[in-house]
Nanobody, 120 residues
């Protein structure tokens, strides 16, 4: 069974930084495309960033220049480094992944989500 488990969420002050991690088990991780989504209360779930098995990345305009997605295939883990955080970044962040092939995100599997709160 493929499982995705997020960690690293929490409370951070505006302008601060946070790194989210997503560990993947039960899969050939190196072949997976991975992504991060987020959902704030009362809003649609939105795509934040993706990274392909080859390392190509995509970022939503709202986070471009502030967030960085990366992966460590040796650890079966994808990361989201979040810098210069704003209150509007507050949301539940979800890890997403699968064998994408020619498909675009969202991919097949989802994590349970981790809360990120940006507040003074």
């Amino acid at each position: 069974q493929v499982q995705l488990v997020e960690s690293g969420g929490g409370l951070v002050q505006p302008g601060g930084s946070l790194r989210l991690s997503c560990g993947v088990s039960g899969s050939i991780f190196s072949s997976y495309a991975m992504g991060w989504y987020r959902q704030a209360p009362g809003k649609q779930r939105e795509l934040v960033a993706t990274i392909t098995s080859g390392g190509s990345t995509y970022y939503a305009d709202s986070v471009k220049g502030r967030f960085t997605i990366s992966r460590d295939n040796g650890k079966n883990t994808v990361y989201l480094e979040m810098n210069s955080l704003k209150p509007e970044d507050t949301a539940v962040y979800y890890c997403n992944g699968g064998r994408a092939g020619w498909r675009k995100a969202p991919y097949e599997y989802w994590g349970q989500g981790t809360q990120v709160t940006v507040s003074s």
